[in-house]
């Protein structure tokens, strides 16, 4: 939110001279959709990141820790792209946008 009077000027004279129309708030599967991909995106950026420091690793215990925890995340990102999957099937209308994507 803008609280500078400069800003909220500038904004209002936008908002008069363009007239932008509203954006509809995104409905409650989008969100959930944003919100298991922004989960699934971080838990593959985890994965990125160890398997970075699994190819600098010497020490056995240290790479079979990494590897054992890398499986971890293949599964765990596994288990999210099918949730993703799962709702995208649920709501014909976000399987619609989903198919034309």
Same mark, same amino acid.
């Given at each position: 939110?803008?609280?500078?009077?400069?800003?909220?000027? @500038?904004?209002?004279?936008?908002?008069?001279?363009?007239?932008?129309?509203?954006?509809?708030?995104?409905?409650?599967?989008?969100?959930?959709?944003?919100?298991?991909?922004?989960?699934?995106?971080?838990?593959?950026? @985890?994965?990125?990141?160890?398997?970075?420091?699994?190819?600098?690793?010497?020490?056995?215990?240290?790479?079979?820790?990494?590897?054992?925890?890398?499986?971890?995340?293949?599964?765990?990102?596994?288990?999210?792209?099918?949730?993703?999957?799962?709702?995208?099937?649920?709501?014909?209308?976000?399987?619609?946008?989903?198919?034309? @994507?």
């Amino acid at each position: 939110a803008k609280t500078d009077p400069l800003d909220a000027r @500038m904004l209002s004279d936008y908002g008069r001279r363009y007239n932008p129309e509203a954006e509809p708030a995104p409905s409650e599967e989008v969100e959930r959709l944003q919100s298991l991909a922004g989960h699934r995106d971080h838990l593959v950026e @985890m994965r990125a990141a160890l398997k970075k420091h699994l190819a600098e690793a010497f020490d056995e215990a240290v790479i079979a820790d990494l590897e054992e925890t890398i499986a971890f995340l293949d599964t765990r990102i596994k288990a999210f792209e099918s949730r993703i999957a799962e709702v995208i099937r649920q709501n014909q209308d976000t399987a619609r946008d989903h198919a034309l @994507m």
